[in-house]
């Protein structure tokens, strides 16, 4: 067989992965697309490994390795983003945006106007949202929504009332803040 | 390694292959591209069947079969759990995909122009005659268990270190020190 037809097909995988990496929203569509490169990556190795008939079979060695890291990774990630949900009812990778570098505040200032067709929620946000009792470090920032963090908390309350509008908007999610708030609520007494 | 025949003349060893390629190559397109959450993982099913056909085919049977049961049967079965627990709506959604898809489009097409290019140049005379055995269960644990042992006790602990962190960060009660 020639060698250049494997690695064709990983190359083609490993930029679709690529792809899918950088273009999809969810977190569990991205970690999906890091499998594929994982999986472009075990088909070079195999394919180098019958080439250049290793006498110590190193390349499929190799590739059962990075499979069982692939599952470790992969449960890892899902802990991460179940937990990420939990606190946040979003995995959107567009909306979690805590650790971004504040912008400038002409951009940052009119963050409280955006949601106002939502309603009258970025008044009061530390006591109806639920990611913000899930956090209680959020929920201390959010009480003083202006004096403590002054360019923090508008992209909080920005974000936050978004989420909370989309999961109310889905009849499925309608029950879900209340239900992990009552979750969380023993875990946060103990 | 010997003279490379014709790629005009491919063998079946080659056709299967490319089959099996080709199926790969479209089912990680439309698990990358699907409205459908769902849909996208059995996408991926798809995909690692097929090229768990392409690791039979160059002959790496053991690992053709270890994908068969780590990956169809615990990721995927891993990411549909995911799916399910962060409550995902079932049926088309329209924010699947981020605002710089173009600039996605454009970075995953530089990378296959480049590396397609880089391997087409670089591996074009190069030939493997195929001969069956070469990656048998036998042959596989002789090499890990005279050769591999220390990476794969370290991989058993690092196995056992990734199970207790995702315990310990998916529970609620467990808190850190205030």
């Known amino acids: 067989m020639h060698v250049v037809y494997p690695l064709v097909v990983s190359a083609l995988l490993f930029s679709i992965g690529v792809y899918g990496v950088l273009a999809r929203r969810n977190t569990i569509l991205v970690l999906m697309s890091v499998e594929l490169m ?19 079979h190193s390349g499929q060695v190799l590739t059962l390795f990075v499979i069982v890291i692939a599952a470790a990774e992969v449960g890892l990630g899902l802990a991460i983003v179940l937990a990420l949900y939990r606190n946040r009812q979003t995995i959107d990778l567009d909306r979690l945006r805590s650790l971004s570098e504040p912008t400038d505040p002409g951009a940052t200032n009119p963050g409280p106007v955006d949601p106002g067709p939502d309603g009258s929620r970025p008044t009061a946000p ?17 009480s003083p929504p202006r004096t403590r963090h002054p360019e923090q908390a508008p992209a909080e309350i920005r974000n936050l009332p978004r989420g909370h509008a989309r999961a109310a908007t889905r009849t499925r999610r309608s029950r879900s803040p209340a239900g992990s708030e009552t979750d969380a609520r023993p875990g946060d007494a103990s | 390694m010997t003279e490379a025949p014709s790629y005009l003349s491919p063998t079946g060893q080659e056709i299967v292959f490319l089959l099996l390629g080709a199926v790969a190559v479209g089912s990680a397109l439309l698990t990358v591209t699907t409205r459908q959450l769902v849909h996208a993982a059995l996408w991926l099913v798809v995909c690692f069947g097929a090229l768990a056909g392409c690791y039979l085919v160059l002959t790496a049977e053991f690992v053709a079969w270890v994908q068969v049961l780590i990956y169809v049967g615990a990721i995927v079965v891993l990411l549909l759990f995911g799916i399910m627990l962060t409550r995902a709506p079932i049926g088309r959604s329209a924010d ?43 042959e596989l644990g002789a090499a890990i268990f005279r050769n591999w042992v220390l990476p794969f006790e370290v991989l058993s602990v690092l196995l056992l270190a990734a199970l207790i962190g995702a315990i310990v960060l998916s529970r609620t009660d467990i808190r850190g020190r205030e």
């Open chain 1, 38 to 56: 994982l999986n472009a990556v075990n088909l070079n190795l195999v394919v180098f490994d019958v080439w250049l008939r290793d006498r110590l």
């Open chain 1, 126 to 142: 530390g006591s109806a949202d639920p990611a913000g009792a899930a956090l209680p470090g959020e929920a201390g920032a959010h």
């Open chain 2, 96 to 138: 699947l995909d981020s605002s710089n898809r173009p600039a996605a489009v454009i970075v995953a097409i530089a990378t296959a122009a480049v590396l397609v290019t880089v391997v087409v140049d670089g591996f074009r005379m190069a030939y493997v005659p195929l001969e069956p055995g070469g990656g048998s269960a036998g």
